[in-house]
């Protein structure tokens, strides 16, 4: 079995997706998303609107990865060879053998394109394939309708609502938990995933 070793630099990619470590020198890739599309930030536990908010935005993720915290990506979409946005692993939990995978953004042009299933496929047999990892979980804001439709169509399990569990910018949230497990993978979602994502290349 392995474990996520926070200072090694994985790479993980396929025909459509790159993800590798995020970087400081990557403010330049990601900035115009900061600067140009303020609508991403809605559902955000950070905000990363504006050049400055984008900046402690990634040091806040290079600091949590130092910290062993989280391990964080940058998103490059192969087939029109652009940076697309980011996500990262979280809340990794050796003695459980599990993680979170969340704060996950793509800019406008990216949505919808199939390229967060090939980013989520890879990170799935990541942590299940590699790491061994026994559960991921998966948060958002329940009224963010769009990132739990993505969610549910990897074939996640709802498993409730925390309520009112968390500040974000405007307020207090509601968080909805979804999962998946490790036998659930083995047994249908990964070839389901597997499928869906060659079907949309």
């Not at 536990?45 to 402690?56: D, I, P, T, V």
């Not at 391990?71 to 979280?90: C, E, H, L, W």
């Not at 995978?101 to 199939?114: E, I, N, P, R, V």
């Not at 409730?160 to 490790?182: F, H, P, Q, W």
Request: hydrophobic fraction near 35%; include cysteine; glycine fraction near 4%.
């Amino acid at each position: 079995m392995s474990k996520l070793n926070f200072n090694s630099d994985y790479i993980l990619e396929n025909e459509v997706a790159q993800l590798r470590p995020l970087q400081a020198t990557d403010f330049e890739h990601l900035v115009p998303f900061a600067i140009q599309e303020p609508t991403l930030w809605q559902y955000s536990l950070m905000s990363a609107h504006g050049e400055e908010n984008m900046k402690k935005y990634i040091d806040r993720a290079l600091t949590d990865r130092a910290n062993e915290v989280s391990y964080p990506f940058i998103v490059f979409d192969k087939r029109n060879q652009k940076y697309a946005g980011s996500t990262r692993f979280y809340d990794y939990q050796k003695g459980h053998n599990t993680a979170q995978l969340g704060f996950t953004w793509y800019g406008k042009d990216f949505q919808g394109t199939g390229l967060n299933k090939n980013c989520k496929f890879l990170m799935l047999e990541f942590a299940f394939d590699y790491l061994q990892l026994h559960r991921v979980e998966f948060r958002a804001d329940n009224n963010n309708a769009r990132s739990i439709a993505a969610m549910k169509s990897l074939g996640c399990t709802v498993e409730g609502i925390l309520r009112s569990n968390c500040a974000s910018d405007t307020g207090r949230r509601d968080s909805i938990i979804l999962s998946i497990l490790k036998n659930e993978w083995e047994t249908n979602l990964k070839l389901n995933l597997k499928n869906k994502i060659a079907s949309i290349r």
